[in-house]
């Protein structure tokens, strides 16, 4: 019974756990499709879920940093929904691929053209973007989201490290340490290959000789408990042909 008790406590517990984190996880969030490396280019998508029973989410508007601008962004064609992106001019140009730009994209919205993201759904817009910055650790997207029922909610709350999550965060992107940049990288590589080489050499030798000597070990092992097999084998025969003696004597008298 107190185990029961005890099972059916944690089980309730749990379930408060997950309704009291659930919230967590159904906000409008923002994640690269492999690595969002700094000072390089990456597809990230937009994840929205229905937070709604009763309505579709039919519009999303997502701002693109101001502080760190964004040379190239396009989004990916999604089905069932119009893209349109707005572009702003900026106060200092901007030098991408040794071109100077005047303005950048500081918006794309998505308007569906059928029934939305139904409740129970989740929708994922993807965009190509960079140059990432290679002054920044994470960039941070503000994110309106409308439903069918006119509701908008405004995931514009940049959250602060140290602190909770706040009720409305702003999606944000975690950016990666920069790569290495491939000029000069290929004697490196090779220098690599060979080291690598000769390590998987060494270690296919010495792997060859513990082989070997747990080999010997094995057989040595197998033939020492053989003969301590057939020893007690012996022995217990002799005891059972003694014991029957015993048994035969104890009769005739």
Same mark, same amino acid.
């Given at each position: 019974?107190?185990?029961? %008790?005890?099972?059916?406590?944690?089980?309730?517990?749990?379930?408060? #756990?997950?309704?009291?984190? !659930?919230? /967590?996880?159904?906000?409008?969030?923002?994640? $690269?499709?492999?690595? !969002?490396?700094?000072?390089?280019?990456?597809?990230?998508?937009?994840?929205?879920?229905?937070? %709604?029973?009763?309505?579709?989410?039919?519009?999303?508007? #997502?701002?693109?940093?101001?502080? *760190? +601008?964004? /040379?190239?962004?396009?989004?990916? +064609?999604?089905?069932?929904?119009?893209?349109?992106?707005?572009?702003?001019?900026?106060?200092?140009?901007?030098?991408? *691929?040794?071109?100077?730009?005047?303005? #950048?994209?500081?918006?794309?919205?998505?308007?569906?053209?059928?029934?939305?993201?139904? $409740?129970?759904?989740?929708?994922?817009?993807?965009?190509?973007?960079?140059?990432? +910055?290679?002054?920044?650790?994470?960039?941070?997207?503000?994110?309106?989201?409308?439903?069918?029922?006119?509701?908008?909610?405004?995931?514009?709350?940049? $959250?602060?490290?140290?602190?909770?999550?706040?009720?409305?965060?702003? $999606?944000?992107?975690?950016?990666?340490?920069?790569?290495?940049?491939? *000029?000069?990288?290929?004697?490196?590589?090779?220098?690599?290959?060979?080291?690598?080489?000769?390590? !998987?050499?060494?270690?296919? /030798?010495?792997?060859?000789?513990?082989?070997?000597?747990?080999?010997?070990?094995?057989?040595?092992? !197998?033939?020492?408990?053989?003969? #301590?097999?057939?020893?007690?084998?012996?022995?217990?025969?002799?005891?059972?042909?003694?014991?029957?003696?015993?048994?035969?004597?104890? /009769?005739?008298?």
């Amino acid at each position: 019974m107190k185990a029961s %008790r005890i099972a059916a406590a944690g089980a309730v517990s749990g379930i408060a #756990v997950l309704a009291l984190s !659930a919230p /967590a996880f159904a906000h409008v969030s923002v994640q $690269p499709e492999g690595t !969002a490396a700094k000072g390089g280019y990456a597809v990230v998508d937009f994840k929205v879920p229905n937070e %709604r029973d009763n309505a579709s989410t039919t519009k999303l508007e #997502v701002n693109f940093p101001t502080d *760190h +601008p964004l /040379a190239s962004v396009m989004p990916q +064609p999604v089905p069932g929904w119009k893209a349109e992106v707005a572009k702003s001019k900026l106060d200092k140009p901007l030098e991408s *691929h040794g071109k100077q730009l005047t303005e #950048v994209v500081t918006k794309v919205t998505w308007t569906a053209d059928g029934k939305g993201v139904e $409740p129970g759904y989740f929708q994922k817009f993807p965009v190509s973007i960079g140059a990432l +910055p290679e002054d920044a650790d994470q960039l941070v997207f503000k994110a309106i989201q409308t439903y069918s029922n006119k509701e908008v909610v405004r995931w514009i709350e940049v $959250p602060q490290e140290g602190q909770e999550e706040p009720e409305t965060p702003a $999606p944000v992107l975690q950016l990666a340490a920069a790569e290495d940049d491939a *000029h000069g990288a290929a004697g490196s590589s090779d220098a690599k290959d060979e080291d690598t080489g000769a390590d !998987a050499q060494n270690t296919a /030798a010495d792997s060859s000789a513990s082989d070997s000597g747990s080999g010997d070990s094995s057989d040595t092992t !197998a033939r020492v408990l053989g003969i #301590v097999g057939i020893v007690v084998g012996a022995a217990g025969v002799g005891y059972g042909v003694l014991a029957g003696r015993r048994r035969d004597s104890g /009769a005739a008298a």
